[in-house]
């Protein structure tokens, strides 16, 4: 009986817990939704400020006007942490064609971000075309050599998040350039990694191996690589070259900073759990998407906390992390801090996949068993906000070093609906106008209320 | 132990086809993501064809190229089901300012769909704001007598889905006019539905109820109804006024049609799986998200069972239903031809929340043992996709009335991401751009899906 009486104690208080976790939340949801803030920090960010790459005018203003927003808000405690980061620039705008015999065919490219220039004078060449780094493989240094290597291998639309895609897809740049210039060739086109059929180079990384010929590299537009790859299969070599001439390099290291803000814990202020998105940006457009919203939607977790009287039990901080794009020194640097200072880190939830409507949650590593214990916990606190997909997947770039250094933290990766995001990422088309108010604000509010459950309940569930 | 055998063997086939229909739905997948035609097709409706409102040439144009589009699929019948219609027209561009005294300050409008015109002077009056129907009856006649009444209603942000704001907002729209008129109201202008703040008018129907005199209505953009608002709490009656002009009529009933393609049930060809959405749409722009991608949807499901070899048991049937936006007619005929040609139908799923990512479906009047069913049985099949939120909630406009004459038919709506449709619902935004190809035929493959389980295993769980 004794027994039985403590059950139902435990389970009215469940319930109970339940019921006050709900309303919580619904808090939550309605300071995001009516007195949203993130929205209007954005539209300042990118009309404002605008470009913000590493090293960069644009990276110093951010850093500058971010901790301003973030000592507006009367955290606890906003800081700068300090950052040495690459410096490279685009340069001017990048020419290039298709030479077919005495025609000149201009074609969209950019440079890929860390990609060295081209002489002065440009360099033209034959074109071999590969779909994926098995078939660079296959045919060497006998048919590479002196020859431009355009990457064409497509987005796979099959894959439901757009993510998986890229990843796959994504390869050729990372590493295609480098594997290329491996087998002598003398530069090499990357078709963009998007679903969508478009006029515009999407930009991003490469980066080159140690001891390998640095040879410039550029993305080109997904149309123009369909009109290359046609031309290509018509004519046969050596009928068809190719042009590129781009001018960017990298200078010397720049220092530059992460922004932190936070809000001290009441019962443990030395455990921490971290929400950040990254500052920097590409140059071509405002970096609205990518990643304006996870930086404004950091910073606006904690200001609903505090708006909303939230007393969090433990350390709540939001880190704008500088570097993403091309190095990721801003979350090295901080892990690496993390560890200097013994600072316990229960969890750091990364937003960098867009702006858009919420759809949950992805956690690094969980286990079946632990799945089935935060979807049993916390799936129906989430579901009246259709934020409530918890699966098994990446943390995310910025906050994976601190598995390293801080190995007992949970990575957490917040999972907006994926569709859009690669159609405008690294384009001229990341602006602000793309960006949904009720979509960012209701991100917001899904990472808020993650935040607060565990705040409340921990991650050993 | 006979029991037991059967038991396992039951176990087993379930399991089996339960693998069955994952393969067949993930070809389904494959085929809207690789072959999609929905958006191409959606591309020539809005741009070779545009708007297409009830009675006009461009609905006219719509219908002939409907079926010639259905027709070149090969289905194994294609007719036109043909329906009387309200020719409504907006006329001339409307008019409208706030008198402040001498200064006019023109302000966006478009008239309200079936609203009458006003003189050819346009009408000046006195303004009365109010938030809802209650308020206005509060005030009754001897206020409301000879002035404009400014339905000022705001779009409640804090509903996660926004259909259920339009709902609780648009009430101003469908009855606030005719209320105004019954108080000797001299015209209505009616606050945009929408959760944006932006600058267009959001056009859609109003109704006069029986013996009331018709007064001009016209929606206002939510930023010229704040600038309005604020004006009369500054500077009280009678200083401002308020002017509008529009020159909209209702003209005689026009003759048009419903499209519908069908493929013939092998199995049960008189019982019928319905899905749909509407042609015609409002005057302001292209019908893109309203409904162009509903339609496009609906004839892309029997395209993608066609093309994967899927031969259905019953007969699965697309309409593109006319007149949803000013009547209701197409949905209203094509239920009376449902009862008059003893149709059984199983189930009717209408496509009318726009193109976008899909969440799931809703099924109307289901009851929680219903919900537990269909959870159970397919839930996990729609999971991968992201497409698995089977809830309570309406069907649709244009299935509604099968329910009156087809009793033991399920309405179900297909629900897509709501967070952008009402930001473009209505105005001259709702344009072929703002649909993604990804979304769009996500869409089609999820509704394929659903088709395809329920002409499997039917409606009684």
Known sequence: MKKLLLLSAL?????????????????FYDEALVNGQAYDNLRYLCKQIGQRLSGSAGAEKAVAWSKKLMDSYGFDKVYLQEVMVPHWVRGA???????????????????LGMSVGTPASGITANVIEVKSLKELETLGESVIKGKIVFFNGAFDQRFIETGAGYGAAGVQRFAGP???AKYGAIGAIVRSITPALDDYPHTGATAYADG??????????????NKLSAMLKLRKLPLIKFYLKQSCQTLPDVKSYNVIGEIKGSENPNRIITVGGHLDSWDLAEGAHDD???VMQSVEVLRILKATGYKPKNTIRAVFFMNEENGHKGGIKYAEEAAANKEEHIAAIETDE??????????????????????????????????????????????????????AIRLIGFRPDSQRYFDIHHTPNDVFENVNKRELHLGAAAITSLVYLIDQYGLNL
Do not use: M
């Open 292 to 294: 304006g919203t996870g």
């Open 93 to 111: 705008k990048e020419e290039a064609y298709i030479i077919d015999g005495n025609k000149k065919i201009p074609v969209p490219v950019a440079a």
């Open 354 to 407: 867009g702006g858009f409507t919420p759809r949950g949650f992805s956690f690094e590593g969980a286990s079946p068993a632990f799945l089935k214990a935060v979807n049993a916990k916390w799936k129906t606190l989430l579901e009246p906000y259709e934020a409530d997909r918890l699966v098994e997947g990446g943390g995310g770039t910025d906050i994976g070093p601190l598995k390293e250094t801080r190995p």
């Open 212 to 225: 390998v010929n640095k040879i410039p590299a550029a993305a080109i537009s997904t149309v123009a690589a």
């Open 11 to 27: 389970l009215i208080s469940a319930t109970f817990s339940q019921a006050q976790d709900s309303l919580t939340i619904r808090r």
């Open 178 to 180: 480098s594997a290329a």
